[in-house]
T-cell receptor, first 114, second 111 residues
């Protein structure tokens, strides 16, 4: 049982490049989330999904897109990276049938945009 | 929208008791959660309070007062491994399925 995994762990991009971050969970959770964490800012919600095929905007969605084609995967895309998107990105999942407030987090992806 | 306030840093010594406070302003509220994060790693869930009162889980306890929009995390018998960042998070403003996190409190435990 791997829990929540994220790939890649580290990435350096140049301004304007695109990339996709992959999140996978093997706990059969309905809900999945993407956060970014910047120094002194805590965790801020980018997008989330309450089920396969559904997505919704969070607090800071601009510049990002997401897709949830399979229940176990949640993809975060950056179409044209900007230095302001340099951050640590965390994916999380939760089960509404148990306690949706208990979110299980992946190890994070450290992204630098030059 | 929501805003959460918690101290940026708290220091304590091994064996002591420390309380990390969290106040919130929300347009909707379902409950208050606490998470722990070591050295920028994956945050881990500690507790959740939906009702007023104290919830105890081992050395950690969490309290909520809905009328005061206030909660706290109480850590007893502090150990060096408790040095970490602690985040409070509220649910209820953007639907019941999402959390809004505070900026975090860094706890430094010294020998």
């Amino acid at each position: 049982n791997a829990g929540v995994t994220q790939t890649p762990k580290f990435r350096v991009l140049k301004t304007g490049q695109s990339m996709t971050l992959l999140c996978a969970q093997d706990m059969n959770h309905e809900y999945m989330y993407w956060y970014r964490q910047d120094p002194g800012m805590g965790l801020r919600l980018i997008h989330y999904s309450v089920g396969e095929g559904t997505t919704a905007k969070g607090e800071v969605p601009d510049g990002y897109n997401v897709s949830r084609l399979k229940k176990q995967n949640f993809l975060l895309g950056l179409e044209s990276a900007a230095p302001s998107q340099t951050s640590v990105y965390f994916c999380a999942s939760s089960d509404p049938g148990l306690n949706y407030n208990e979110q299980f987090f992946g190890p994070g992806t450290r992204l630098t945009v030059l | 929208g929501q805003s959460l306030e918690q101290p940026s840093e708290v220091t304590a010594v091994e064996g002591a008791i420390v309380q990390i406070n969290c106040t919130y302003q929300t347009s909707g509220f379902y409950g208050l959660s606490w998470y722990q994060q070591h050295d920028g790693g994956a945050p881990t869930f500690l507790s959740y309070n939906a009702l007023d009162g104290l919830e105890e889980t081992g050395r950690f306890s969490s309290f909520l007062s809905r009328s005061d929009s206030y909660g706290y995390l109480l850590l007893q018998e502090l150990q060096m491994k408790d040095s970490a960042s602690y985040f409070c998070a509220v649910s209820g403003d953007s639907g019941y399925s999402t959390l809004t996190f505070g900026k975090g409190t860094m706890l430094l435990v010294s020998p």
